[in-house]
T-cell receptor, first 113, second 111 residues
Framework: DGGITQSPKYLFRKEGQNVTLSCEQN?????MYWYRQDPGQGLRLIYY???????QKGDIAEGYSVSREKKESFPLTVTSAQKNPTAFYLC????????????FGPGTRLTVL | SQQGEEDPQALSIQEGENATMNCSYK?????LQWYRQNSGRGLVHLIL?????REKHSGRLRVTLDTSKKSSSLLITASRAADTASYFC???????????FGAGTTVTVRA
């Protein structure tokens, strides 16, 4: 987890509200990723960014939005258009000497009431 | 889209025993990686094996890759209680730079 922080660890929101999850890294990695994990399942890619001011949709981008204004930061907004937002959200980075390896943050568990 | 599929879904072993789990995938890959996830935490990278490699070791971990069968195996030798976790394979597809993760194998090591 070192070098990547996600906040908050737990987040509760009412249905219909937008919520933004934070991901910050001090690894100086160019690429950043957002994944969603549901119980008993693997990770599904939401959005990714290979470089500042550029990002691409992943496999399940609908109902989510991101920005990449700084190299260190890649916030994810879960909008009211996301039908089932309750999940565990993981941010990851990739870069440096081991450029094929992804490094993960500790995750944010979002519960929509 | 999930390209990797782990087998078995769950595994329970006694401390000191070996644990073996398998991963199958569908399309050509550049490399295959294994990650570990402790309950409620982020994933931790364990080992990467490239498509031109057949076997790789790291401490008590041994990974094999058979590209003709599109499959990989992860062996954990002399398991410890601390090895209790979920293990995921991830493939780096040869035509893009994204990782595809399987659903994972949950390993429980009994003391």
């Amino acid at each position: 987890d070192g070098g990547i922080t996600q906040s908050p660890k737990y987040l509760f929101r009412k249905e219909g509200q937008n919520v933004t999850l934070s991901c910050e890294q001090n690894l100086n990695h160019d690429a950043m990723y957002w994944y969603r994990q549901d119980p008993g399942q693997g990770l599904r890619l939401i959005y990714y960014s290979q470089i500042v001011n550029d990002f691409q949709k992943g496999d399940i981008a609908e109902g989510y939005s991101v920005s990449r204004e700084k190299k260190e930061s890649f916030p994810l907004t879960v909008t009211s258009a996301q039908k089932n937002p309750t999940a565990f959200y993981l941010c990851a980075t990739e870069g440096g000497e081991r450029s094929d390896t992804q490094y993960f943050g500790p995750g944010t568990r979002l519960t929509v009431l | 889209s999930q390209q990797g599929e782990e087998d078995p879904q769950a595994l329970s072993i006694q401390e000191g025993e070996n644990a073996t789990m398998n991963c199958s995938y569908k399309t050509s890959i550049n490399n295959l990686q294994w990650y570990r996830q402790n309950s409620g935490r982020g994933l931790v990278h364990l080992i990467l094996i490239r498509s031109n490699e057949r076997e790789k070791h790291s401490g008590r971990l041994r990974v094999t890759l058979d590209t003709s069968k599109k499959s990989s195996s992860l062996l954990i030798t002399a398991s410890r209680a601390a090895d209790t976790a979920s293990y995921f394979c991830a493939t780096d597809r040869s035509n893009d730079y994204k990782l595809s993760f399987g659903a994972g194998t949950t390993v429980t090591v009994r003391a």
